[in-house]
């Protein structure tokens, strides 16, 4: 049993089904993919519905949020006694503004339901543990209690915007925070850019830093009252495993955000759990995306070097993380600032050109999204007809021949088993082409439509991070303004100039990061989703030629 | 331009576009398949309509009935002079009664819409040619002035069970003409049933007759007023063309069905055009099924060797033809007596075993009937998705990667030629697949699909074959009651007993030639449906294959 908490309108002929907020649907198969359930109303109609519409319950109860305070209830969950695992219970989230217009979609085509909650919320709880399991709801993973993350999720672009509210460089004063700063805070880190063939780029280390992300375990605390999910992370330098929460990684993200933000386009963390999910599929879920946000965080010469990126991989005990978080959170080169630790080898560049390649990337990052944004929509609606009408139809087709055997079989003639035996074997040839058709999207559309979704997760920051320097290009045009009012000096202006030649170098190297990235990217998964095509129909030929192999005509 | 005859209600989700009656849309697609057109309506909704519940119209103008009467106008039609060709009109026709609810459908799973004339139309116009062409209207290929055959249609059972009643010795005393019959017509050719391995079996021929159907050519009479389509059979035996239009072969389903309707299904000639169809693909459509109904008129024995079926394949002049037509007409060897000349050589099967093979037959003809529906509608479902929102969806897959090609080309990287060639490479390549989806259908499950219509047209015929012989075995049971009646001799009790044991053994040889042909037909049509779809996902892999060899990633 589960409750719908968004209304959902099926389209005709996608094998959807439509629901109304507040009705009770049944679960009839959860193991559909790509973010649907299918689900039977009370009407005994079957059909698709997102996912993250439906709210799991147990048996149909409404626990109150009250009736949760008592710690016996608490203990029903994540127990480490079996015998009590199978007493889950999923209460709507109280503190979501979801409406249905914002309901969740998979793959985040529309906008995430959770409203930003104002940074009065932030780091409430940090150090509170207990945060893991709300004491106000039955999540399973909810994880929400470190609110500074609520504020993101599927719309990336706004929770940039929001995030960029934060920068103590930015907020307040822009990119000329930098621009204008007198004096660079010394003995920072160094990052210097050098002129490859493709032009500006990040210094690279000899090798790439990679990690592997395993292994998530149940944990609990508070006997038993207070549970959560811990993963294994291995980094390769020092091949040696640590252990994090969720929450963990959203403290990682946090960070750098603040730090690289305003150079460095920092994907969000995967979403967060919103409402009830299956839990197995939704940890797999998330550990694999967890996996592809550490990958592409390790890949990137810049982030993966930082002093808190290295902490939170190579951290040798809990006294240690402890440190090293307390330092991470005072860190004073964030916004802005991190522009001051840029040293490009290249002379400077005219404003013109620094206005020229801004607004290239702007076009190209933009162009790239709509293009990326395509193949998730067509990705989707062919998710749906694969695992849907498609192999019902094969599966009737299937069911068809072996019928028509069955009735040959009846006739009474003799000699005609050879024609029974292969429509039989026809036709369940037709129904495991059927169940081919269901399960090859898992194999191969989910890595193209994984892929795609990161991409937009990447491509949603850009827009915020091309702002960075587009304010820094009108400060700087307006410098002789300044200069003429005597609000700066005529050196600053000249610094102004060499300080957004720096910020477009940095751009310019991360775009080269970015295409270079893309490139790989784009090349490995068409391989594997071809691969796995080829694979599919090549499959399907031999089952049908074994099948034709049985038909005689003497 | 067309107009809508009959109300169509779109099934969601299959590509369909919803009609009423009276709407004028405009045909977009007319190459489809199966059955369907593409049709615009005048909100710009384009969609599948069945082609027979449109009606193609001639520039959007209403050619009144009177309109037509003019010699001049119909020079218009069929005019051997090229020019004038291009200026078609296609009227609704004036006699039929149809509804919406018995619209005619694609492989006839509704009732056809013709309804029936009545004997008083019958033989009406027989010798003249006239007919070809109603003078009342604009058909191209109405041919339907021989009434006779107006009778029949897409509901077989039900017109047989006219036919029936048109049966000289059936309407007037049913089975017992033949039961009863004191002395039967001497002279006449003997049709001996042997007894071979799989039970009693019709006298083959050492070789079997066979023709072909083709060349089908435009004739016109009258100055051009009257025009016809007149088809060229080329029998085996012979190999000798001789011409027949379709009102011949209707002549001819008329004499055998007169004359052996009793005994063998004789299954009916293609439906008739309706109303307005695309001229060529019709004329196409014709011949493949006329070529299919006299292959297996040929391979019938009792049928090929027939003096009439002879006749139609080998008349040497149309001095010879209107004479052996005449002679047909005459014979009195029809409706049950035929078993009139049965001769078996087994011995006589008691009644018990006589009831008992009729139903076994009965039960087997309505399980197949059902099967063979079943396929039908499958298939049919099938045909839908294959030539509409599949292919969409896959050329919607391939525009998505080639747009992505096109914004990484303007990326301004270097170096990403390959990823881009690759990228729209594999974009064309699903843009194929597309066209090949589409294609599909037209090369293997049409053949599927004909080949269980022309099955579920034989079985129409076996309820009233098989009704014959229920009636004369309730007859034979009713014959004790007779004799104590005094209203047949004891002797003759005997004799119906003799008769119902030969009119099974004609029973029998019927079913195990059918059972034989079917074998034959189901392990032929799906060694040919198999192997076109090896073929076609054999192509799909290579060409992805192709287009996977594209990416690298070094």
Redesign the interface.
């Known amino acids: 049993m589960a409750q719908v908490l968004y209304d959902f309108t099926a389209?005709?002929?996608?094998n959807e089904l439509t629901v109304k907020e507040g009705e009770t649907v049944t679960i009839t198969n959860q193991n559909i993919g790509g973010g649907w359930i299918e689900a039977q109303n009370s009407r005994g109609e079957v059909g698709l519905v997102p996912e993250d519409y439906i709210e799991v319950r147990e048996c149909g109860d409404d626990f109150s949020i009250s009736s949760l305070s008592h710690p016996a209830l608490f203990s029903l969950f994540w127990n480490t006694d079996p015998s009590g695992g199978s007493n889950n219970n999923w209460a709507s989230n109280p503190e979501g503004t979801q409406t249905g217009k914002n309901a969740p979609d998979p793959w985040g085509s529309h906008g995430h339901p959770q409203a930003y909650q104002g940074p009065g919320a932030e780091d409430d709880e940090w150090d509170d543990d207990w945060d893991d399991m709300k004491s106000t709801g039955g999540y399973v993973e909810s994880e929400s209690g470190d609110s500074g993350a609520m504020q993101r999720g599927g719309a990336h672009a706004t929770s940039m915007k929001i995030s960029l509210n934060k920068f103590p460089g930015f907020s307040k004063s822009g990119p000329e925070l930098y621009l204008l700063c007198k004096q660079f805070a010394k003995g920072k880190d160094k990052l210097p850019i050098y002129t490859g063939?493709?032009g500006p780029v990040w210094s690279y280390p000899e090798s790439q830093l990679d990690c592997i992300v395993a292994d998530p375990k149940k944990g609990s605390k508070m006997y038993g009252l207070k549970s959560y999910i811990e993963y294994q992370i291995t980094p390769s330098n020092t091949n040696r495993p640590v252990n994090h929460r969720y929450k963990h990684f959203d403290w990682l993200y946090e960070r750098l955000l603040d730090k690289f933000g305003s150079a460095i386009p920092i994907p969000s963390l995967p979403d967060k759990q919103v409402t009830g999910r299956f839990e197995e599929e939704f940890i797999k879920m998330r550990m694999e995306r967890l996996q592809g946000w550490m990958t592409r965080m390790c890949r990137h010469p810049v982030v993966s070097s930082s002093e808190v990126f290295q902490l939170f991989l190579t951290y040798k005990d809990e006294k240690d993380w402890k440190m090293g978080k307390r330092k991470a959170e005072k860190d004073e080169t964030v916004g802005v600032m991190i522009f001051s630790t840029i040293e490009p080898e290249a002379p400077d560049l005219d404003l013109i050109e620094v206005e020229q390649k801004c607004d290239?990337f702007s076009?190209?990052t933009k162009?790239?999204d709509?293009?990326?944004k395509?193949?998730l929509t067509?990705?989707h609606?062919?998710w749906k007809?694969c695992t849907g009408?498609?192999p019902k139809?094969y599966q009737?087709?299937g069911k068809?021949?072996q019928?028509?055997s069955?009735?040959?079989t009846?006739?009474?003639?003799?000699?005609?088993s050879t024609?029974t035996d292969?429509?039989t074997a026809?036709g369940k040839t037709y129904e495991d082409i059927a169940q081919m058709v269901a399960e090859q999207p898992k194999k191969d559309l989910h890595f193209l439509m994984e892929t795609n979704n990161e991409y937009k997760g990447l491509l949603g920051c850009f827009p915020d991070t091309i702002g960075v320097h587009k304010a820094a290009i009108d400060k700087v045009k307006e410098a002789d303004k300044l200069v003429a009012t005597s609000k700066i000096a005529p050196q600053d202006k000249v610094t102004m100039g060499k300080r957004a030649s720096t910020m477009s170098y940095a751009l310019q190297a991360e775009?080269?990061h970015f295409?270079?990235n893309?490139?790989?990217d784009?090349?490995?998964v068409?391989?594997l989703y071809?691969?796995e095509?080829?694979k599919f129909?090549?499959t399907?030929?031999a089952k049908?030629?074994q099948?034709?192999s049985q038909?005689?005509?003497m």
């Open positions: 389209e005709p002929g996608n063939e493709v290239q076009r190209f162009a790239m709509d293009g990326v395509e193949i067509v990705g609606e062919h007809r009408p498609l139809e009737r087709i068809a021949f019928n028509l069955t009735v040959f009846s006739s009474g003639y003799q000699g005609e024609l292969a429509l026809a775009m080269n295409h270079s893309r490139i790989y784009y090349n490995r068409m391989q071809l691969e095509q080829v129909y090549e399907i030929a049908l030629r099948a034709h038909f005689t005509t």
